[in-house]
């Protein structure tokens, strides 16, 4: 299955997966254009796979104020959409409840997004779900650019709050 923008917009106003269930941040905290690949099989782990990409802009919010005359994307945002695309899949495995980054395990930066870059892919490797006695996902993210791993994430953590 996959999502186009306009899914992911929908995504944004939180009744893609019912009332008071996952959502993704809407406005400048979005991270995610589309979500090309989410499955419930397959990844590294076969407990489920999702890749999605985020188109950037030059005049992305982000670049003008880090670094003044040196802008990069703050790795935590690609950080940040490693964790909205875990609770997406919350979601999307039917578990009720709103999205919260728990932790993670240990992150790897080895390269940097500037904003000449014109995409970065998302994947996300699901390694376990839980649904009691709270639901969470935990699992394994990179951040791709020109098919290049340029941060790792072990152990990301997402659970559903009610």
């Given amino acids: 299955m996959n999502y186009l923008n306009e899914q992911i917009l929908d995504m944004t106003e939180g009744l893609f997966f ?21 499955t419930k099989e397959g990844g590294n782990y076969n407990k ?18 880090h670094f003044k005359s040196d802008p990069v994307m703050p790795g935590c945002l690609g950080l940040d959409a490693l964790w909205q695309l875990l609770g997406v899949y919350l979601g ?10 728990l932790g993670v395990g240990g992150v ?12 970065i892919v998302y994947q996300i490797h699901i390694k376990r779900v839980f649904s ?7 699992a394994e993210g ?21």
């Fill in 48 to 65: 489920g796979y999702i890749q999605a990409s985020l188109n950037i802009k030059p005049d992305h919010w982000f670049f003008a104020c």
């Fill in 108 to 119: 790897k930066f080895t390269g940097q997004i500037y904003p000449n870059a014109k995409q």
């Fill in 18 to 38: 019912g009332e008071g269930n996952a959502q993704l941040p809407n406005d400048l905290m979005l991270m995610i254009d589309e979500m090309d690949v989410i």
């Fill in 92 to 101: 999307f495995s039917g578990l009720k409840g709103r999205g919260r980054a």
């Fill in 142 to 162: 990179f951040v791709l650019l020109n098919d290049k791993v340029i941060y790792q994430a072990n152990d990301l953590k997402v659970g559903l709050i009610k």
């Fill in 132 to 138: 009691k006695p709270m639901s969470m996902g935990i």
